[in-house]
């Protein structure tokens, strides 16, 4: 008996029209959010240019006068009632987020049934915690309820269940693992070591459960979900809009024409999209679904084999994630962790980015010289019209804004807010198509589902990071590490290196990057390095995750599209993105990387950052800075053509480990052995190039 297979059902229209509805409603609370601060700005100007004599006030005067103003006064009011209440700001965006996947997540008559059940109790949950944190804000202490035993584990399974629909079963196994290990760790003995934890019985940490991660601001509400909904957001809508204005079309194409004309110039194409789309989106999976579908059919064309065609995806689109000014999820998450301006991370993250693609691009090209594969033909890469020049502004003036505004004040949703003003005016401009109201209606709507998706796993990632803290698992793997600590600073180094690259093997960066700091949190010191540092080298981790095998996140969305083995890509993914392995520890031993850029802001007229979580901008020179640079760059060129096997012509098994073990050296911190490497991989370039030419110009034998 044979059965039939036709297409899947199709999510009800009514029930897609409510879930497009809310993500526009929460695109624009997303915007109300943001533009708290302009508005602020906007009031206080009314009101001074508004008042005859304001500036001959005295200061309490004018206090009076901004308060009882009919303007101000209403402004305060909702203030007060909408932007700052915690229930809201934290829950306004779980409820949408939860509303706007819950209803369209099944498909079929039985499955619409379900979302509406899923969407309903969800609504019910984090409704009920909304109006309990509401009267902890009016002054109340936070208690524990009978109904509170049940909202909170309606609300947790729900997560779950929404984070493994959406993001496979890896995160929400390890999320379990956390959930069972809170309420056995009293039962556990002693040789589990620092697994074993206190006598709370099944009550007792059920209850603590409960007062921790719903009584109060913990667990799914913790500061993952804080930070994003209070700077991630706006960002999250600024790069949609972008994307959506008919701006990614226009990207490919600059970055055709900028690198088509190299030696393999289809890869070093998606390599330099991927850079750009970075700027925008910093989110390494998007970026390989939205660029990788153009670039990876036309590498593999032009004669790269499949795996390598969908790792060179994987990788550059890897980058985006560091690729300042955006920088993904995870830069707004070291802002908020050691409490530092979210500008002076973007600036320290100038030198590594360049480093990484600088060194993507040279692993590309000694892989396109071996394989003797040229630049893109000429029709492949037709010039830029005057028309799209026009229309790169959607680019420059966007991001102008936006680095103008995060340089300038430190006000991370201002600056969002301000450079999506800019990119919905400069797309509305340049792109005829985008001035209509279906296509605007779409840009929110993409803006607010992919908003409702960084919040979902966003939510189990607080989940998983609360269960760590409150269990007391964080503190004594913290002593753990300070106990390490006293070892060599390598040593150290290399097992956070892994630690975060085991533990980033299918969960998203974000949730890596808090997993390991809240280990650190307590042992920082120890290590003997500052916290930017430190947080910085467990980012680049964290990040490099998602291409190294064997769960290769970004390596394995490539590899269909290119029609190759997951595990092939992912391995050669890590290969050509061997940098993003190296740039931490040199930032290490060579704080020039992420420091000396600081100087910008003294050029700017705001003065050297002082930070304890820096080092001192004074005790790094600029030669130690061109140094490194030089260093990187000779480096690279060694362990790159080492790695391909091929230089000008084909490098023997001796002359490849050669050059690995020189290109290190070249990066230690002593300038006797640096400089002695340095010597001797220069020797080595011109005596390969000396024999390859030697060679070329050869008689060939008479047969």
């Known amino acids: 008996m044979s059965t039939a297979t036709g297409p899947a059902p199709a999510i009800p229209r009514t029930d897609k029209w409510i879930a497009d509805c809310l ?6 609370v997303i915007l109300t959010y943001a533009a708290s601060g302009p508005i602020t700005d906007f009031v206080r100007w009314f009101i001074e240019a508004t008042t005859q004599g304001f500036d001959e006030l005295s200061r309490r005067d004018q206090r009076t006068l901004m308060r009882d103003h009919w303007l101000g006064s209403g402004y305060r009011s909702f203030e007060r009632s909408f932007l700052l209440p915690t229930g809201l700001i934290i829950g306004l965006p779980i409820v949408f ?54 909202m909170f584990p309606i609300a947790t399974a729900i997560t779950l269940y929404l984070t493994w629909r959406m993001f496979g079963g890896f995160i929400v196994a390890f999320c379990l693992f956390w959930v069972v290990y809170f309420f056995i760790r009293g039962h556990l003995p002693d040789w589990t070591g620092i697994l074993a934890g206190s006598d709370s019985t099944f009550s007792q940490s059920l209850r603590a459960m409960v007062l921790n991660f719903w009584a109060q601001t913990g667990g799914q509400f913790g500061q993952p979900l804080q930070v994003v909904s209070g700077s991630v957001l706006i960002f999250i809508v600024f790069g949609a809009v972008m994307m959506a204005s008919g701006a990614g079309d226009l990207l490919m194409k600059i970055a055709n024409r900028l690198t088509g004309g190299l030696v393999g110039g289809a890869a070093h194409a998606a390599v330099a999209s991927s850079a750009l789309f970075g700027t925008l989106s910093g989110a390494a999976i998007s970026n390989v679904v939205s660029t990788g579908v153009m670039t990876i059919p036309v590498i593999k064309k032009s004669g790269f084999k499949p795996a390598f065609a969908g790792a060179v995806e994987a990788a550059a689109s890897t980058g985006g994630q560091i690729m300042p000014p955006v920088m993904g999820v995870v830069a707004f998450f070291v ?17 590594p980015a360049i480093m990484f693609y600088f060194a993507t691009f040279l692993t590309v090209y000694f892989e396109a010289r071996q394989l003797g594969i040229g630049a893109l033909p ?52 340049l792109f005829r198509e985008f001035r209509s109201r279906k296509r605007l209606w779409q840009a929110f709507v993409n803006a607010g589902r992919m908003a409702a998706s960084i919040v979902v796993i966003v939510t189990a990632i607080g989940l998983i990071v609360g269960l760590i803290q409150v269990s007391g698992f964080a503190g004594r793997l913290a002593l753990l ?80 599209i290119a029609g190759a083995d997951p595990i092939r890509t992912g391995f050669e993914a890590a290969r050509i993105g061997i940098a993003g392995f190296l740039i ?41 800075f061109f140094w490194i640079i030089a260093a990187f760059a000779l480096a690279l060129w060694s362990i790159a053509s080492a790695l391909a096997g091929f230089d000008r012509g084909r490098l023997p098994p001796w002359e490849r480990l050669l050059r690995i073990c020189l290109g290190l050296l070249v990066l230690v911190p002593h300038v006797a052995i640096a400089g002695a490497a340095s010597v001797l991989i220069l020797a080595d ?19």
Request: aromatic share 12%.
């Open 378 to 429: 000429r029709e492949q890469r037709p010039p830029l019209t005057g028309k799209e020049w026009v229309q790169c502004l959607v680019f420059v003036m966007p991001l102008g804004v936006l680095t103008y505004f995060l340089f300038s004040q430190p006000s991370v949703p201002k600056a969002g807010f301000y450079g999506f003003v800019a990119a919905i005016v400069c797309a509305l401009v």
């Open 335 to 351: 802002a908020g962790q050691i409490g530092l301006e979210y500008r002076y991370i973007v600036v320290a993250a100038i030198l």
């Open 584 to 624: 931490p520890f040199i930032f290490v031993y060579h704080p020039a990387v992420l420091y000396k850029l600081q100087v910008l802001f003294v050029w700017f007229g705001s003065g050297a950052p002082d930070s304890k979580t820096m080092v001192d901008l004074a005790s790094i020179s600029w030669a130690a």
């Open 481 to 560: 590490l300070t106990q390490l600590a006293s070892g060599p600073l390598p040593l150290v180094l290399i097992v956070v290196a892994l630690g975060a690259i085991v533990l980033g093997m299918g969960l998203p960066p974000g949730a890596t990057y808090f997993i390991i700091v809240i280990a650190l949190s307590s042992g920082i010191d120890a290590v003997g390095i500052p916290e930017l540092t430190l947080h910085m080298f467990v980012v680049f981790f964290a990040v490099m995750s998602t291409v190294t095998p064997p769960v290769a996140l970004a390596a394995f969305a490539a590899a269909p």
């Open 97 to 150: 987020s939860f509303s706007i996947c819950l209803l369209t997540l099944h498909r079929g008559r039985a499955g619409r049934w379900l979302n509406w059940a899923l969407t309903l109790l969800a609504l019910a949950a984090f409704v009920s915690w909304m109006l309990k944190i509401f009267a902890t804000d009016g002054g109340a202490l936070p208690s524990a309820s009978p109904i509170d035993f049940v």
């Open 685 to 703: 370039i011109a005596f390969h190039a000396t024999r390859q030419r030697s060679l070329a110009s050869a008689p060939n034998p008479i047969q």
């Open 23 to 28: 993500a526009v409603l929460f695109v624009l």
